[in-house]
């Protein structure tokens, strides 16, 4: 849950808005126009709407819209009054209102599709995956009353589904977008997991409401030379649930999916920690791309976000070693490995850059697993590396043949 330390606005920022709010009102009274237009674009505006954003707590508590809409409010307020006499007094009421969110705690349920029921309730990062119970449910509609289309809604999408349980201290719409974007990086720990846990040809697939979808796709083919006739109708989408099973959920921890999760719920990442959950997000989102093309570009940059280097050395050279290192010590695997990584670096690039190359499912499958590799080392040695920086050095000592002995104190010293 979103924790917001709000504090009252300073009397000098309000008094500092209070004049910006009164010019706005005079230029837009000096409008020879009948129709009231404010001037969103206007400098004082924009500086009234980042001095709002840049309150302590108050952007993790309000959208950019509703900001607009209560600024409009007070100036629309103003100009119906005809006068700015009573100007502060709106200002004061706005930020009275805006305050009282402080204590009004939103809870947010998303509907989530792939997931195999029944489903104990289960906590990753910041969201709570579990489904409503019948009590629960009939809260929910007595408070929308006599609303059908509310409660037709609720039956259908939130009644026997498997929700994503969100909790922040914000408005409403504020409050549904941490949840999504607290959502999102559940699953893409979910997807992590899955990678690693099933046949690809199972087509799992888990995602919000619009995510995903199933459908049969129909097409014929017919060969213009000939009387012949033939057709094809395929499911397009998944075909299996991901489930948290018992066998399920202990591979989940050996890959560092909880590890992961318990980092989502730190209040401050170091710059390892970001860049580790970056490439896990790049390396999950490949599982949403339909073309080849685009999972490769996700699973290069999966690995790129870990191994690009921060001196001049050729990217690509880098990028293979760096993998190859970490993940085997034979050297002739080694050169395998790092040739292979290479070529479909280079194939990365042409596509990139000139649109053209084949990629074969073969070159996804090979990168699935060395990611998978990869993203497993990395997780299991989450507290030995502050920056990529100190990654780097890690392989830079394995690659000439080994570490030294007090790795973590000499961590601390680079």
């Known amino acids: 849950m979103v924790i917001c330390n709000m504090q009252l606005m300073h009397e000098k920022k309000k008094s500092i808005i209070l004049e910006k709010l009164i010019s706005i009102y005079n230029k837009t009274r000096q409008e020879s126009t009948s129709a009231i237009r404010i001037d969103m674009r206007d400098d004082e505006y924009i500086a009234i709407l980042n001095q709002f954003l840049k309150e302590k707590g108050w952007r993790a508590m309000f959208t950019e819209k509703f900001i607009v809409e209560k600024i409009n409010s007070v100036i629309l307020k103003m100009i119906k009054d005809g006068t700015e006499d009573k100007a502060k007094d709106h200002l004061d009421e706005m930020i009275k209102e805006l305050e ?5 705690q939103m809870t947010v349920y998303i509907p989530i599709h792939g997931i195999e029921k029944p489903i104990t309730k289960i906590q990753i990062g910041n969201i709570t995956l579990r489904c409503l119970d019948d009590t629960e449910i009939e809260a929910l ?14 039956n259908k999408h939130i009644r026997g589904h498997i929700c994503a349980e969100y909790c922040a201290i914000a408005e409403p719409d504020r409050a549904l977008e941490l949840a999504e ?17 099933y046949n690809q040809t199972m087509r799992v697939a888990v995602g919000m409401s619009g995510d995903i979808c199933s459908s049969w796709r129909y097409a014929v083919i017919h060969p213009m030379d000939t009387r012949s006739f033939s057709s094809r109708k395929t499911l397009i989408g998944p075909l299996y649930e991901f489930e948290f099973s018992d066998e399920n959920i202990e591979t989940m921890e050996k890959i560092g999916v909880f590890k992961l999760s318990e980092v989502l719920q730190k209040d401050e990442l170091n710059p390892f920690e970001v860049d580790l959950l970056s490439s896990v997000h790049w390396f999950a989102n490949s599982q949403t791309k339909l073309e080849r093309a685009d999972k490769l570009l996700n699973l290069i940059t ?6 690009t280097p921060n001196s001049g050395d050729p990217i690509s050279q880098n990028i293979a070693e760096s993998t190859a290192i970490l993940i ?10 790092i040739k292979i990584i290479r070529d479909l670096y280079a194939l ?3 596509l990139s850059h000139h649109g053209k190359g084949e990629v074969l499912d073969s070159h996804i499958q090979y990168l699935i697993k060395i990611n998978c590799i990869v993203l497993t080392i990395l997780v299991s040695r989450i507290t030995e590396f502050e920056t990529k920086d100190e ?3 890690w392989i830079e000592y394995k690659k000439l043949g080994g570490l030294p002995e007090n790795w973590t104190q000499y961590c601390d010293s680079i």
């Open 302 to 307: 999966s690995l790129e976000i870990l191994f």
């Open 181 to 197: 974007e607290e959502t999102r990086r559940a699953i893409d720990l979910i997807r992590y997991a899955n990678l690693v846990l």
């Open 328 to 337: 085997v010590d034979d050297p002739v695997e080694r050169k395998k490995i």
């Open 141 to 154: 509609i007595e408070k929308v009353e006599k609303d059908s289309i509310e409660i037709e809604q609720i």
């Open 100 to 104: 009282s969110f402080s204590t009004k």
């Open 391 to 393: 990654l780097h050095k």
């Open 348 to 350: 990365r690039s042409k």
